[in-house]
């Protein structure tokens, strides 16, 4: 039986998917959004295919960073949309 703390500690975790706006990477998000994870999108540069995903699942937020840079990787995901900061 799913008691109502198991479903609140479901809820409450995170993915972030690297390579999220097109291909496996969006796959794998859809999937983990389907499983009710909130998606963090992520994407080396602004694209409509990074947005669109991001549109196609609610409640997800998306940062913008290379994942070849060592400099970005560091401090691209405290650079989220909606202000939410990595630790």
Do not use: C, W
């Amino acid at each position: 039986m799913l008691t109502l703390r198991y479903i609140i500690g479901y809820m409450n975790k995170s993915i972030l998917i690297t390579g999220s706006s097109r291909g496996i990477g969006k796959a794998i998000a859809t999937l983990a959004h389907k499983k009710r994870y909130k998606v963090i999108l992520n994407g080396s540069k602004e694209s409509t295919d990074l947005n669109e995903t991001l549109q196609s699942l609610p409640g997800s937020i998306k940062t913008i960073f290379d994942v070849t840079n060592a400099n970005e990787v560091y401090n691209g995901p405290n650079n989220l949309d909606n202000g939410l900061r990595l630790n």
